[in-house]
């Protein structure tokens, strides 16, 4: 599986972006996408997560009504809405698959795309 995530930018508090990750392999059916950030000097943490072949979704508590994961099989492509921004979701954002349990933990996952930098300014 390989990944490609595109987007970041910076934006007032308050303010959306639209992250996108582009994925392929022949196996997507097996993984579920994870939507992770890492803040300097912090460990990497779950965000968001989207299951490829029925769409199931989980958030963190930080984000839930804020974020939305979304796939376009089509386009082989998922998304990550953020809506009302605030500055400590200031992070490198990465999108990664992981076919495994336990899909909250960044050590468990078996792909990553390189990550995109999202700055939120107060």
């Known amino acids: 599986v390989q990944l490609q995530a595109s987007g970041g930018g910076l934006v007032q508090a308050g303010g959306s972006l639209r992250l996108s990750c582009l994925v392929s392999?022949?196996?997507?059916?097996?993984?579920?996408i994870g939507w992770l950030r890492q803040a300097p000097g912090k460990a990497r943490e779950f965000v968001a997560l989207?299951?490829?072949?029925?769409?199931?979704?989980d958030y963190a508590d930080s984000v839930k009504g804020r974020f939305t994961t979304s796939r376009d099989s089509a386009k082989n492509t998922v998304y990550l809405q953020m809506n009302s921004l605030k500055p400590e979701d200031t992070a490198v954002y990465y999108c990664?698959?992981?076919?495994?349990?336990?899909?909250?933990?960044?050590?468990?996952?078996?792909?990553w795309g390189q990550g995109t930098q999202v700055t939120v300014s107060s």
């Open positions: 392999g022949s196996s997507l059916p097996y993984y579920a």
């Open positions: 989207i299951s490829w072949n029925v769409g199931n979704t």
């Open positions: 990664g698959a992981i076919r495994g349990p336990e899909r909250r933990k960044w050590d468990r996952y078996d792909y």
